[in-house]
């Protein structure tokens, strides 16, 4: 099972807040220990973790469309 996190403000995130994202997706370890992956925008700071079950070489986090506008982090198959 993987483990998703974040912030989602009105305004630009602090510092505070981004430390706050880091320490919550550290927590989530046990939830996805074989890797981690951040979107970070002014007032975005979303974190995963990732437990490999299937596509062991694929399926790492964000997600992103191709020229980057779209960045997706989700807890299934695509």
């Given at each position: ?60 986090q ?17």
């Amino acid at each position: 099972m993987c483990g998703i996190t974040g912030i989602l403000a009105r305004g630009n995130l602090s510092d505070e807040a981004h430390v706050a994202v880091e320490r919550m997706n550290a927590a989530l370890f046990h939830r996805g220990p074989d890797g981690d992956g951040e979107y970070i925008a002014p007032q975005i700071h979303f974190a995963m973790r990732r437990l490999s079950i299937i596509d062991l070489n694929g399926g790492w986090q964000p997600l992103y469309n191709e020229d980057r506008t779209i960045a997706l982090i989700a807890n299934c198959e695509i």
